[in-house]
């Protein structure tokens, strides 16, 4: 079977489905709004960290060109910042993780993909653009949820629990703080800072423009003390933003703000800050066109998720090689073929988002316990920490309060 695959959007999942595609002689064109060259003049996309699984897949695919110890960290602290003393303790990943700048990363793997005879559409699709593109193709793939395209899959209500954001963003990449070192000592990590009542942040040593930097990823609940970061203005005033973020830092997440060298804190540069509300929402995954056309989801079309857990780009590339292994496989691009798409990447994704949805909540008595059980007992937070390579895992383990106590009465009798 001759195939033709459309594919919209060149972020993750996009580009990771067009380069698997191209490894196994399948005809891909991406088509984006966005030139590669136009990515080191942009805002700041995110703040993404890959995990080992992901890394693994961009090894498979030729395009891991951050292969590197300085880049890479091995764990994660947690601190909560309880008002009768603060709480830190670690897990540790079984292989690292890395976070790179996706103005950097993004290019890379456009230019790995037209290097390697891919082609790329530079074009801005608009709604009466939709029925000639999805008649250009045996299947569309939708990875971008702008325009007409991300409109078209319909919202699942029964795995989108809320209607508004649950966290107001202020995500910026700084100089002047310290995440360890990959030479001895104290290894690299991230720390998932958790100030009660105020919301969470999640420290992230990423490459950058100008080597490493350190992402705050501030998650912020609204009407908490934090809530105003999402707004406040860096431009206005720049230096009264850096002392409001360190005023910030101070009171709610002082594990961090003691690794901060107060002369060099700030913005790396006035582009490298990201703010927002991002709304919770799974769709629908195919629709289908006449003439047995389909259009598929992908990625953040297909679900998106707060980035309190760090699981929307992971859930990306793992969607994109069973989307692209289906796609390999198939004899015909039917609904018979979506349900089968359906079946191989629904658990891990929809296991991500409900983990998501469930950590953006106050903790149970059962969630409680596991915290404090994670303190004391290292191999159950290693375990957990572990697990953000397997969304599907840890949810098996916290999908109710009665699972939870059972995980945890588990690690007590190893233990004992």
Same mark, same amino acid.
């Given at each position: 079977?001759?195939?033709?695959?459309?594919?919209?959007?060149?972020?993750?999942?996009? !580009?990771?489905?067009?380069?698997?595609?191209?490894?196994?002689?399948?005809?891909?064109?991406?088509?984006?709004?966005?030139?590669?060259?136009?990515?080191?003049?942009?805002?700041?996309?995110?703040? /993404?960290?890959? &995990?080992?699984?992901?890394?693994?897949?961009?090894?498979?695919?030729?395009?891991?060109?951050?292969?590197? $110890?300085?880049?890479?960290?091995?764990?994660?602290?947690?601190?909560?910042?309880?008002?009768?003393?603060?709480?830190?303790?670690?897990?540790?990943?079984?292989?690292?993780?890395?976070? /790179?700048? =996706?103005?950097?990363?993004? $290019?890379?793997?456009?230019? *790995?993909?037209?290097?390697?005879?891919?082609?790329?559409?530079?074009?801005?699709?608009?709604? *009466?653009?939709? $029925?000639?593109?999805?008649?250009?193709?045996?299947?569309?793939?939708?990875?971008?949820?702008?325009?007409? !395209?991300?409109?078209?899959?319909?919202?699942?209500?029964?795995?989108?629990? =809320?209607?508004?954001?649950?966290?107001?963003?202020?995500?910026?990449?700084?100089?002047?703080?310290?995440? @360890?070192?990959?030479?001895?000592?104290?290894?690299? @990590?991230?720390?998932?800072?958790?100030?009660? @009542?105020?919301?969470?942040?999640?420290?992230?040593?990423?490459?950058?423009?100008?080597?490493?930097? %350190?992402?705050?990823?501030?998650?912020?609940?609204?009407?908490?003390?934090?809530?105003?970061?999402?707004?406040?203005?860096?431009?206005?005033?720049?230096?009264?933003?850096?002392?409001?973020?360190?005023?910030?830092?101070?009171?709610? &997440?002082? &594990?961090?703000?003691?690794?901060? *060298?107060? &002369?060099?804190?700030?913005?790396?540069?006035?582009?490298?800050? !990201?703010?927002?509300?991002?709304?919770? %929402?799974?769709?629908?995954?195919? /629709?289908?066109? *006449?003439?047995?056309?389909?259009?598929?989801?992908?990625?953040?079309?297909?679900?998106?998720?707060?980035? !309190?857990?760090?699981?929307?780009?992971?859930?990306?590339?793992?969607?994109?090689?069973?989307?692209?292994?289906?796609? /390999?496989?198939?004899?015909?691009?039917?609904?018979?073929?979506?349900?089968?798409?359906?079946?191989?990447?629904?658990?891990?994704?929809? +296991?991500?988002?409900?983990?998501?949805?469930?950590?953006?909540? $106050?903790?149970?008595?059962?969630?409680?316990?596991?915290?404090?059980?994670?303190?004391?007992?290292?191999?159950?937070?290693?375990?957990?920490?572990?697990?953000?390579? =397997?969304?599907?895992?840890?949810?098996?383990?916290?999908?109710?309060?009665?699972?939870?106590?059972?995980?945890?009465?588990?690690?007590?009798?190893?233990? +004992?």
């Amino acid at each position: 079977m001759d195939k033709s695959i459309g594919i919209v959007g060149a972020g993750i999942g996009g !580009l990771h489905l067009a380069l698997y595609l191209q490894q196994h002689g399948i005809d891909a064109t991406v088509l984006t709004d966005r030139a590669p060259e136009q990515y080191a003049a942009s805002r700041l996309m995110n703040t /993404v960290a890959h &995990h080992a699984v992901t890394i693994a897949r961009e090894d498979e695919l030729g395009v891991n060109h951050w292969d590197d $110890p300085a880049v890479i960290y091995h764990h994660h602290d947690h601190f909560f910042n309880f008002p009768d003393g603060g709480l830190l303790f670690r897990g540790a990943f079984e292989r690292p993780s890395r976070a /790179v700048d =996706y103005r950097l990363y993004l $290019p890379a793997l456009m230019k *790995d993909f037209e290097d390697r005879g891919g082609r790329i559409e530079y074009v801005s699709i608009q709604d *009466d653009d939709v $029925p000639a593109l999805v008649s250009r193709f045996d299947l569309t793939v939708v990875s971008t949820g702008k325009g007409a !395209l991300g409109r078209m899959f319909e919202h699942r209500p029964e795995m989108s629990p =809320y209607s508004q954001p649950q966290r107001l963003l202020c995500v910026g990449l700084y100089d002047g703080v310290d995440h @360890g070192s990959p030479d001895g000592g104290d290894p690299r @990590g991230v720390t998932l800072s958790v100030s009660p @009542g105020h919301g969470e942040m999640i420290v992230i040593p990423t490459l950058s423009f100008g080597g490493m930097k %350190t992402a705050l990823l501030m998650e912020n609940i609204p009407g908490g003390d934090m809530a105003g970061l999402a707004s406040l203005n860096h431009d206005a005033d720049p230096a009264a933003f850096r002392q409001t973020i360190l005023d910030k830092l101070e009171r709610h &997440h002082p &594990h961090t703000y003691d690794r901060v *060298d107060t &002369h060099r804190f700030g913005l790396a540069q006035p582009l490298d800050l !990201l703010q927002g509300a991002v709304v919770p %929402t799974v769709r629908k995954s195919a /629709v289908a066109f *006449d003439g047995d056309r389909f259009a598929i989801a992908l990625g953040d079309v297909h679900a998106v998720v707060d980035p !309190l857990m760090g699981q929307g780009a992971n859930m990306a590339s793992f969607a994109a090689f069973e989307l692209g292994n289906a796609i /390999v496989d198939a004899v015909a691009f039917d609904a018979r073929f979506v349900e089968a798409v359906d079946r191989a990447r629904e658990n891990r994704v929809l +296991a991500a988002s409900c983990w998501t949805n469930l950590m953006l909540r $106050p903790p149970s008595e059962a969630m409680g316990r596991l915290i404090f059980s994670m303190a004391q007992d290292r191999a159950l937070c290693d375990e957990f920490t572990d697990n953000f390579n =397997y969304p599907e895992r840890q949810w098996d383990r916290l999908a109710s309060d009665r699972r939870i106590h059972a995980w945890i009465d588990e690690r007590s009798r190893i233990a +004992a």
